[in-house]
């Protein structure tokens, strides 16, 4: 029935008695939990040295039986082993959302022992189609068993197809030293050996992580060097929640411990995420507090030397003009391809242009210029000229005329913002993460065309230039009222292109009486309503609430939200953006202002001139209670 399998009425008499028992005797279970009597066993120990083996419900491809009352499949691995199980193909029936009747597949993946009893607790409870499943899934340790299950009702269900396969432990082991006592947290030292560079991860990843753990990864350099991560695989907790209340997630701290400046924050489903530490230090945690642990992260780490990607490939017979605050590169020498890096150990801002500028270019040259940041920094740049050549020819595209390219890193591809010709001057640009890299080509020759100038700086408040920075956030900022009454606020980067898989907070507080009032003056936020992942939206995000507030209002799209208006003395507003669109952001002006509540007490004057005290509710009671007693007193009269 199964390749590679061993099907029995009972289990192995070399499995655990517990298994036995589970197997051959009666497990009166509470609920969906239950594990009847007479399980058959179907165990995989080898792949018979193929790569993967097989495993199939019982008459794939035809519709499996009904009754099915415990299927045990049982994969027992060596001990330096755990076990990667796929389902290739799933058709389970499915009558409800939780999948714990009818028809289910029950996985435990966080077994000590081949066995499972009433006190075992599954980790995923599957059915449906393919589509509606997890499809890959890993043991913590050596086992991983799950059970099949079907009901009385017949279906037209063909159930499932699968590999497994047994992998090393090695293969996912962190290269940190663990630190005695401590449940999970490691420490990292530079020139220790193989250390210099390596991998870490989640606790049991490539499994799911254990709900309630907080772990902490501690980086700890020279003072020549920083320290570059990649988040090469990022699967928390599923969502469409931003990071600031979200119960699983990564936080990366600039230093030394939690105390330290937050340069990174992740959560929900994200990949190949760049972080770049300003200095020798740096603090990762890892916190889990869901109910639906995710597989996890894996994460690579170099302790890099600052001087690391600056250098000129420019042949020219005049020194670059740069020292440690400005930077100005004007290619001299017009050739076939050349590169420039421009780190902001080296130069915080400066100038780029086009070869020759302001002479006009010549034909076939490809210049790129990379741009490589630390910490908080992001790259900003801001043409102030811009004239390529265009034929006179209708409909030409940018691609076949002389362009300027800006690329980020998405997902670890170099990725596209936008391709720019002619002379309509593009939007000021703003990187994702600690690098960018602008590509200019001339493919024709041209006597008019002056090409391209351009302002380049490194910032840290991603051009929000308002409120007080908040440490603690990647991009927040703080108004209080009693610093500044009434200002404005706009996203990152304004009025230019926000950069991509991004999150900004704005925490807008005020004294107990007052209220905060906001005016969108623009709005233009890539997305469509109902502004959620599932519409891969941006958008803009209000809460009353300190703490997690299930019903925030969003908004997306270039429809101006209304005046809003806080229930009390605070108020957040968080704009998040994804890795897919761009767009120019917003434009806000905020007003705190005294709240006049209809129902708080007033101040009256008597005829002779005392202050007296009376709140309205309360002289709407006595005048209902003083008519209900006239009321009262003239129907005893009439009855």
Not at 112 to 119: D, G, K, R, S, Y
Not at 145 to 174: I, P
Not at 539 to 556: Q, T
Request: aromatic content about 14%; glycine content about 8%.
């Amino acid at each position: 029935m199964m390749a590679g399998a061993k099907m029995f009425p009972g289990c192995r008499r070399q499995m655990a008695l517990a298994t036995l028992l589970m197997c051959l005797q009666s497990f009166f279970i509470v609920g969906s939990r239950a594990i009847n009597a007479g399980c058959r066993c179907v165990e995989f120990d080898t792949t018979y040295g193929k790569d993967y083996g097989v495993f199939t419900s019982p008459n794939w491809p035809i519709p499996y039986d009904e009754n099915i009352n415990c299927l045990l499949y049982t994969f027992i691995g060596k001990e330096d082993e755990l076990i990667e199980i796929t389902f290739d193909e799933f058709d389970v029936q499915k009558s409800n959302i939780e999948c714990r009747y009818v028809d289910y597949v029950k996985l435990f993946l966080h077994l000590t022992e081949p066995a499972v009893n009433e006190f075992n607790q599954e980790n995923f409870i599957l059915c449906g189609k393919l589509s509606d499943v997890e499809t890959t899934h890993y043991s913590a340790g050596q086992y991983l068993m799950f059970e099949f299950h079907s009901d009385w009702r017949r279906g037209n269900n063909t159930g499932f197809r699968g590999t497994f396969r047994f992998l090393s432990k090695n293969l996912f082991q962190t290269d940190g030293e663990p630190l005695h006592g401590s449940e999970c947290e490691y420490q990292f030292l530079s020139g220790n050996g193989s250390h210099g560079n390596g991998r870490f991860y989640s606790p049991l990843y490539p499994s799911i992580y254990p709900k309630n753990i907080v772990c902490a990864y501690h980086f700890i350099g020279v003072h020549s060097e920083r320290v570059h991560l990649v988040f090469e695989y990022v699967r928390l907790q599923s969502g469409d929640l931003s990071c600031l209340f979200n119960a699983d997630k990564i936080v990366v701290h600039d230093g030394k411990d939690r105390h330290s400046t937050v340069i990174g924050e992740m959560c929900n489903k994200i990949s190949f995420i760049e972080v770049v530490s300003s200095g020798p230090d740096l603090y990762v945690e890892f916190i889990s507090s869901s109910h639906f642990p995710g597989q996890g992260f894996r994460a690579t780490y170099e302790f890099e030397k600052k001087s690391r990607n600056q250098g000129l490939n420019i042949p020219s017979t005049e020194p670059e003009k740069s020292d440690s605050t400005t930077s100005t590169l004007t290619t001299q020498n017009p050739g076939q391809d050349y590169h420039k890096w421009i780190s902001s150990d080296v130069s915080r801002n400066g100038t780029i242009s086009s070869p020759n500028y302001p002479k006009p270019y010549t034909s076939n040259v490809h210049y790129s210029y990379t741009f490589s940041s630390r910490g908080k920094e992001r790259v900003q740049i801001i043409f102030t000229e811009f004239d390529l050549f265009m034929p006179f020819t209708i409909n030409r595209k940018c691609e076949d005329v002389d362009n300027l390219v800006a690329f980020i890193n998405i997902n670890g591809e170099k990725r596209r913002i936008d391709r720019f010709c002619g002379r309509t001057i593009p939007p000021q640009l703003m990187a994702n993460g600690p690098s960018m890299t602008l590509e200019f080509q001339s493919l024709e020759s041209t006597t008019s065309a002056r090409g391209f100038h351009a302002i380049y700086r490194f910032v840290t408040n991603f051009g929000i230039n308002v409120g007080s920075q908040d440490n603690q956030s990647v991009c927040g900022y703080v108004f209080n009222s009693w610093e500044r009454s009434n200002g404005s606020f706009t996203s990152p980067n304004y009025p230019g292109l926000y950069p991509r898989d991004s999150e900004c907070h704005f925490f807008f507080y005020g004294r107990d009486t007052e209220r905060v009032h906001i005016t969108f003056a623009y709005f233009d936020v890539e997305g469509v309503t109902p502004c959620t992942m599932d519409t891969a939206s941006d958008y803009v995000e209000f809460s009353n609430f300190r703490k997690v507030d299930m019903g925030v209002h969003r908004h997306c799209g270039i429809q101006k939200p209304k005046k809003i208006q806080s229930d009390g003395n605070f108020f957040r507003v968080t704009f998040k953006s994804n890795n897919r669109f761009d767009g120019t952001g917003f434009e806000a002006f905020y007003h705190f202002r005294n709240h006049v509540d209809p129902f708080t007490v007033k101040r009256v004057r008597g005829s002779a001139g005392a202050p007296l005290k009376c709140s309205s509710r309360i002289q709407h009671i006595i005048t209902f209670l003083f008519i209900t007693e006239v009321l009262c007193v003239i129907l005893h009269r009439v009855l």
